[in-house]
């Protein structure tokens, strides 16, 4: 069993955590709605992470709606003392399997409660607002998230909520939100390539805050370099890998979360822990965001 022993840790919240984390929104069926295909495969993924040492989880109550929080339940209630589970609300599923804006005070409440009775918890660790100014899956807009998160920090100030975060947003709304309670977490898109967040890595890193990057090839439209690989096949990794393993040499408050609904595929993103790049290998990949 591979395991992340060389992965290293970050606070979050209160909480210690393995810097090598899991998402787990692939556990869901095809476009992150409905279920698996095999439901018995998603269980057996989520228990193998935990046993290699996984002890952050990323999810959400709109991922199937529903499923991915009640596999995660399955397979691993009661959980550990050291398992922290991070969630995301600011998004409602329609019946036709569209992202829909679910901001406002109820729906945000309604959300937050849906998590902790799928998820079984009486408190979630930490929650991000996800923002969608202008709709859909929209990257970082400029826009007022604090309505939003004035009523997620109401319900962390009656224990429903431990910390808060802030997920696909800009600069100036991770200093909005600050404003209104602490932050222990932004979580946005940002890889090789695409790199707008080189700045606000630097500045989360300074005060504590750690990083969750999403889409480590680039998502829907992976990444294509020749420098990258290059890299891969002088160090024998995979692409996925060499992207790892960079974003955990990019900062110490970087956090992974790497999905996969397949045993091999996760065996070989929790490897990316141990992959040493040496300093011409990181030159050569950090030139493909330049």
Same mark, same amino acid.
């Given at each position: 069993?591979?395991t992340?022993?060389?992965a290293?840790?970050?606070?979050l919240?209160e909480?210690?955590v393995?810097?090598m984390g899991?998402g787990?929104?692939?556990?869901?069926?095809a476009h992150v709605?409905?279920p698996?295909k095999?439901?018995?495969a998603?269980?057996?993924?989520l228990r193998a992470a935990?046993?290699?040492?996984v002890?952050?989880?990323?999810?959400?109550?709109?991922?199937?709606p529903r499923?991915?929080?009640e596999i995660?339940r399955?397979?691993?209630?009661p959980y550990s003392?050291d398992?922290?589970i991070?969630?995301?609300?600011?998004?409602?599923?329609?019946?036709?399997?569209?992202w829909?804006?679910?901001?406002s005070?109820d729906?945000?409440?309604?959300?937050v409660?849906?998590?902790l009775?799928n998820?079984?918890?009486?408190?979630?660790?930490?929650?991000n607002?996800r923002?969608m100014i202008g709709?859909?899956n929209?990257?970082p807009t400029e826009?007022?998230?604090?309505?939003?998160?004035?009523?997620l920090?109401?319900m962390?100030?009656?224990?429903?909520?431990?910390?808060?975060?802030?997920s696909?947003v800009?600069?100036?709304?991770v200093a909005?939100?600050r404003g209104?309670?602490p932050v222990?977490?932004?979580q946005?898109?940002?890889?090789?390539a695409?790199?707008?967040?080189?700045k606000?890595i630097?500045?989360?890193?300074?005060?504590g805050?750690?990083y969750?990057?999403?889409f480590?090839?680039? #998502?829907? =439209?992976?990444l294509q370099?020749?420098r990258l690989?290059?890299? &891969? %096949?002088? /160090?024998?990794g995979?692409?996925?890998?060499i992207a790892?393993?960079?974003l955990l040499r990019r900062s110490?408050?970087v956090?992974?979360?790497p #999905?996969? =609904?397949?045993?091999?595929?996760?065996q070989?993103?929790l490897a &990316? %822990?141990? /992959?040493?790049?040496?300093e011409?290998?990181?030159?050569?990949?950090?030139?493909?965001?330049s």
């Amino acid at each position: 069993m591979q395991t992340i022993d060389q992965a290293d840790t970050f606070t979050l919240g209160e909480r210690e955590v393995m810097r090598m984390g899991y998402g787990a929104m692939q556990l869901a069926g095809a476009h992150v709605f409905g279920p698996p295909k095999d439901r018995d495969a998603a269980i057996a993924v989520l228990r193998a992470a935990v046993e290699a040492g996984v002890n952050h989880i990323d999810t959400s109550d709109f991922y199937g709606p529903r499923v991915v929080n009640e596999i995660i339940r399955e397979a691993l209630h009661p959980y550990s003392d050291d398992l922290v589970i991070v969630t995301k609300v600011g998004a409602a599923r329609g019946d036709d399997a569209s992202w829909n804006l679910a901001a406002s005070s109820d729906e945000l409440r309604r959300a937050v409660e849906d998590n902790l009775r799928n998820l079984g918890l009486d408190a979630m660790e930490v929650v991000n607002f996800r923002a969608m100014i202008g709709g859909g899956n929209q990257g970082p807009t400029e826009g007022s998230i604090a309505a939003s998160f004035e009523a997620l920090a109401r319900m962390q100030e009656e224990g429903l909520i431990r910390h808060l975060g802030v997920s696909n947003v800009t600069a100036t709304q991770v200093a909005e939100a600050r404003g209104i309670a602490p932050v222990v977490c932004v979580q946005n898109q940002y890889n090789l390539a695409h790199r707008n967040d080189d700045k606000l890595i630097d500045t989360l890193a300074e005060d504590g805050i750690a990083y969750v990057p999403f889409f480590p090839l680039g #998502g829907f =439209s992976p990444l294509q370099s020749s420098r990258l690989d290059a890299v &891969a %096949a002088e /160090l024998r990794g995979t692409q996925m890998q060499i992207a790892l393993a960079w974003l955990l040499r990019r900062s110490p408050n970087v956090l992974l979360i790497p #999905g996969t =609904s397949s045993l091999a595929h996760l065996q070989e993103n929790l490897a &990316a %822990a141990s /992959l040493d790049l040496p300093e011409g290998a990181m030159a050569a990949l950090d030139e493909i965001g330049s």
